[in-house]
């Protein structure tokens, strides 16, 4: 049974072309796409619009200036951490909407190309600033925390996509670098999930975007690998649409259920639909 593991992920030179497709979208949008409803139940379009231009201002002023404008409250665990982010969040989608949708094209546009610049410029081997806690991680190397910034982007912009209707990033080239991403979390999402040495449990997303992702148990943690010459013991199908809104927890497993096909040990299929590839 091969146990090649599976290799990093290079996302650089998609953050501007990934930017480039945003900017198109929110100048095509019309006054009532600015505020129709998205999959995030708390925002609309521009919601959503404005919480990307913090990432990139985030991203600009932290980890590029080093400017931490901000001291967190005591951090005693994720939750603390997650609900510490969900406040920032709702706070600057609060206070951003008195800025208008021209205004807010502007700054993505400035702001955009400045991030791209930043993030291209960074070391994929060097440590990086934040670790990827939903991955499990306490220290990451840059290619994964640029990979969950790309996550961030990309799911973000499709939320926007999908509440007016216009496609457009479901392609090979920006889709399957999310989603390879978001599965780096399934081992931490098994961590304390008990199953015999060589328990392997293979994802397939059911689209020529998408692939497959096997998920191995060795004698002392899950792990991913490229392949394993052996009949899974679970099988898990997902189809692409339905797997970015699951992992990002914009939708739970109980909603999408019966678009997905479980085989073999459906306990471990099942345990699958609770990855969360996103701080929340």
Known sequence: MSQDTVSHIDVRALFRPLDEALISL??????????????????KVKDVATH???????ALSIQRD???GEVPPQINGYSDMVNWLNQLNA????????????VLIFLHEFTGKETSTYFESLDLFEEAIFPVDWAGESVSYNWMHLSREYTEK??????????????GIMTKQFYFPLIDTY??????TFKDTQAEAGTLIKTTITSEIGGSWC????????????????????????PAEVS?????????????????????NTVLAKQVLEMVSVMA
Do not use: M
């Open 26 to 43: 929110l100048k095509s949008l019309s006054a009532d796409d600015w505020n129709k409803q998205t999959v995030a139940k708390k925002w």
């Open 52 to 58: 990307l231009l913090d990432g990139n201002i985030r």
């Open 66 to 68: 080093k400017y931490f």
């Open 91 to 102: 706070d600057w989608v609060n206070a951003t909407k008195r800025i208008s949708p021209a």
């Open 154 to 167: 990309w799911h973000h912009q499709q939320q926007i996509r999908e509440a007016v209707g216009k496609e």
């Open 183 to 188: 599965f780096r979390a399934l081992p931490n």
């Open 215 to 238: 998920l191995l148990k060795k004698e002392e943690k899950w792990e991913l690998v490229i392949t394993a010459n052996k009949e899974p013991d679970a099988k898990v199908e997902i």
């Open 244 to 264: 970015w809104q699951l992992f990002s927890k914009n939708k739970r497993a109980n909603e999408v259920i019966n678009q997905i096909q479980l085989s073999g």
